[in-house]
Nanobody
């Protein structure tokens, strides 16, 4: 069983930077990712990283502004968010695939474990 707890969400202004963290407990030998869900919207893929940390994928809306990373020794996943815009306002969720799935992937259905999310709100 894997437990994921996100932190780091807050109020920000356009142009600011934030770093989100996800603390994982249990077996995390798997690909992990970040998704976000704005009010009334579907869950959106943001970024994914493989177990080794040497392959990353990004959604079109954040590519070039966000950076995903992980520290397997600490069981931590991170999302560095730069040049924030109001459209980045959402609940950000950390996700992990099953322990046998080390690759990164972009689809919601590929992830078995989910955190409760951390809210990011960006104002002009």
């Amino acid at each position: 069983q894997v437990s994921l707890v996100e932190s780091g969400g807050s109020l920000a202004q356009a142009g600011d930077s934030l770093t989100l963290s996800c603390a994982a407990s249990g077996r995390t030998f798997s690909g992990m990712g970040w998704f976000r869900q704005a009010s009334g919207e579907e869950r959106e893929f943001i970024a994914a990283i493989n177990w080794a940390g040497n392959r990353q994928y990004y959604g079109d809306s954040v590519r070039g502004r966000f950076t995903i990373s992980r520290d397997n020794d600490k069981n931590m996943l991170y999302l560095r968010m730069d040049s924030l815009v109001p459209e980045d306002t959402a609940l950000y969720l950390c996700a992990a695939r099953s322990s046998a799935s080390v690759a990164a992937t972009t689809t919601v259905i590929s992830y078995r474990y989910w955190g409760q999310g951390t809210q990011v709100t960006v104002s002009l």
